[in-house]
């Protein structure tokens, strides 16, 4: 699978962005699909992520109420979008992916597949 994301920027505090994730190759093996962000000498950080099969939604504590992930799977997409932003969520953002969703998920050794990232950047 592979996975390229868009949509990142820079923004004012308070503001919103959304993230997007393209998906392509063997997608249908692809059960489960995370994003992750990592800020400079910081360790990678689960943000969300979405069961496929039953629409599960999963966050951080961080970010929770202030994110949302979703997915359009007519078009193998996943979006991850950002409101009340803070300086603080300033990081390179990852899609990631893997066959199943693990109890984990918010781990970065659970996902199999992983895209380039989208710097976002909040002053």
């Known amino acids: 699978v592979q996975l390229v994301e868009s949509g990142g920027e820079t923004v004012q505090a308070g503001g919103s962005l959304r993230l997007s994730c393209a998906a392509s190759?063997?997608?249908?093996?692809?059960?489960?699909m995370g994003w992750f962000r990592q800020a400079p000498g910081e360790e990678r950080e689960g943000v969300a992520a979405i069961d496929r099969g039953d629409g599960e939604t999963y966050y951080s504590a961080s970010v929770k109420g202030r994110f949302a992930i979703s997915e359009d799977s007519n078009k193998n997409m996943v979006y991850l979008t950002m409101n009340m932003l803070k300086p603080e969520d300033t990081a390179m953002y990852f899609c990631?992916?893997?066959?199943?969703?693990?109890?984990?998920?918010?781990?970065?050794?659970?996902?199999?597949?992983w895209g380039k990232g989208t710097q976002v950047t909040v002053s």
């Open positions: 990631a992916t893997d066959k199943n969703l693990a109890r984990t998920w918010y781990e970065a050794v659970a996902y199999s597949s």
């Open positions: 190759g063997y997608t249908d093996s692809v059960n489960c």
